[in-house]
């Protein structure tokens, strides 16, 4: 569950010098550089559970290990906290997708599968995250919502979808363009982090990937194949 | 109206029943528009027309307001969802991409025109949305995913429940990630082009 190794790495930086990458030189710059990326964690932890309206910016600086003053000298709001804590796994999706982007050329076309397998995973991963906020924002003011959406989430799906203008086969392309493919795979991916979020099911990760890959690859009929007689 | 033959007051007053169905319509509109929690029971009154005592002389909470005005509509709803996921599953189990094309057509039409609701109901509020959806959503799929493993997994598999949910959830979220695009992005969204790749994949992937 990344929420809670997300609060366990919060809570342990509440000593001073305590940092998650274990005793690493730590410059001015990567302790603003990390001090934002924990309040952006703490803050999805106590959106999530509480909400837009309950979350106090008072818990989410707790929760970060640090004072409420310190806090608004990162972000001069809960708006802006809010913003930041849902772009950054967004942005992070995209950094991710861009990391796996080079290993599709280096394998032959028999060897793509463990790597879409990896592609599937990271938005597991990245929805999880970013579901619970990504319903705040859409649906606690759907005008608002429409906004944020056009504003926030569409560059996203543009910088995602360049991903599969590289990778994807032309036969692939032309059946189901980049642009729309990641619509339908961010649909799958909030689908499940959604129901995860709701009923605390737990998700098989690999074979959620292995699943998906598969459905996108040849449909249902294979993905269905039981997967114990499944060789590499 | 039936009873105004004959009847010269001016200041007619209106039906209980069409006054009801007057608040109904409004609360529709304020929780598709602020969700469960953003929602006060004086919003709505002012959005009918009507004082926040008459609401609460139809309703007794803003709960019930709730589940009049979303969760009715959506139980129906439910059901048409679970059944078209069936029918579009099947049909591209067999690979038969026109009956998973139609099957799917008529899936979308129901996620897309209802998915103000099912956000209100589901999306809009972590606490109300995991009451809403553990009783009303998670068992039936459970069953779903139970009862169809056999058929969505052929053979002897040890996750097949488990793979089988994983299909019901792709086919839902490939359909609620076009749904979602439609309603809250501002390009046009033709269902035609979102059924047919979705229908694609369904019957036959896009390629390793």
Redesign the interface.
Known sequence: MPDRSAKQVATSSSSPNGSANNGEPTSATDVTAQRRHLLCEAARTVFTEKGWARARTRDIAQEAGVTETVLYRYFPSKDALFEAAILEPLEGLVADLTELEPSYETVTLRDRAPISDKVNAAMHLRLVEIAPLLCIALFSDSEKGKIFYQDRVVPSLQAASAFFSTTLRPKAREAVPPEDLIIILLGMHFAVATQQMLSDEPVDIALLARTFTEIMAFGLTRAAAPKTATKK | MVNDTGRTSVRRRMPAAERKAQIVSAARDMF????Y??TRTRHIAEAAGVTEAVLYQHFPSKEALFEEAIVTVLTKTRSDILMHTRAV?EA??R?DAEETAEAEGELYAIIDSFL?EL??A??????Y??TF??EYF?PRMQRMAQSHSDS?????????S???R??I??I???????A??A????DTVSSE??VH??S?????????
């Open positions: 598709v528009r602020y969700g929690s953003g599953a591209a189990l690979g103000p956000g209100a589901l999306y809009s509020d972590p606490g949305g995991k959806y553990t998670l969505f997994v052929p053979g002897e598999d040890d996750n097949a488990e793979i089988s994983y299909v959830s792709a839902y979220g490939m359909n609620l990630g076009y979602l695009h309603y809250f992005g501002k082009n979102a790749e979705i694609t994949i369904l019957s036959g992937g896009i390629g390793g």
